[in-house]
């Protein structure tokens, strides 16, 4: 079982990426999933999840510029970033938790991915 996400990289404020999240050996749709950041020094942070019915939930301070979506057929999970701004850089991580929705980031069931580097300047 993996998680790999991909797509981070530098990008000037106002911009967009798109990060994807392979998974190997579960399906998406069993499974809550979950968009996480972290910057140094300083705790992850949840940034938007979506649950095994598609219903998602945003961090306040992503709305209306973050979306979250999933392809189950596929086994990829995306984060469409747009206006991105100095303060989203971070290290973003995706996770998947079977047994709860939202992720509970502590327990050691839960799945994460080794994460991919965002810079907006």
């Known amino acids: 079982v993996q998680l790999v996400e991909s797509g981070g990289g530098e990008v000037q404020a106002g911009g967009s990426l798109r990060l994807s999240c392979a998974a190997s050996g579960l399906t998406l749709d069993q499974y809550c999933m979950g968009w996480f950041r972290q910057r140094p020094g300083k705790g992850r942070e949840a940034v938007e999840e979506i649950d095994t019915s598609g219903t998602s939930r945003y961090a306040e301070s992503v709305k209306g510029r973050f979306t979250i979506s999933k392809d189950n057929a596929k086994r990829i999970l995306y984060l469409q970033m747009n206006n991105l701004q100095p303060e989203d850089s971070s290290m973003y991580y995706c996770?998947?938790?079977?047994?709860?929705?939202?992720?509970?980031?502590?327990?050691?069931?839960?799945?994460w991915g080794r994460g991919t580097q965002v810079t907006v300047s």
């Open positions: 996770a998947a938790d079977v047994y709860s929705c939202p992720v509970a980031v502590r327990q050691p069931h839960v799945l």
